[in-house]
Nanobody
Framework: QLKESGGGLVQAGGSLRLSCVAS????????MAWFRQAPGREREFVAGIGWSGGISYYGDSVKGRFTISNDNAKKMVWLQMNSLKPEDTAVYYC?????????????????WGQGTQVTVSS
């Protein structure tokens, strides 16, 4: 029901734009988020946005470099990633929660995509 795309291989300092499209149910008034998981590490919060797009939060390691945005009519959410670093290498997951609050933990999200690989070379 959530499908990510846009991952790939990029050099340090480069940019990527991840996309996530929701299907199969009415994903309106859902908070959406991006998480990532690097090999051997726990899945971590990257960015989240409220259904109206008026509220967004970012993980400390990506503040100022990543931007989350959404379009409820298109049932899509994007993650613009600039100034990428090798430590941003991970599988990036899209998540959705049928609530108003923008959560920052895995347990707060009911729906997950299968992930898209982002690899940043030094």
């Amino acid at each position: 029901q959530l499908k990510e795309s846009g991952g790939g291989l990029v050099q340090a300092g480069g940019s990527l734009r991840l996309s996530c499209v929701a299907s199969g149910r009415t994903f309106s008034r859902y908070s959406m988020a991006w998480f990532r998981q690097a090999p051997g590490r726990e899945r971590e919060f990257v960015a989240g946005i409220g259904w109206s797009g008026g509220i967004s939060y970012y993980g400390d390691s990506v503040k100022g470099r990543f931007t989350i945005s959404n379009d409820n009519a298109k049932k899509m959410v994007w993650l613009q990633m600039n100034s990428l670093k090798p430590e941003d290498t991970a599988v990036y997951y899209c998540a959705a929660d049928p609530g108003v609050r923008v959560g920052k933990t895995l347990a707060e999200y009911d729906y997950w995509g299968q992930g898209t690989q982002v690899t940043v070379s030094s």
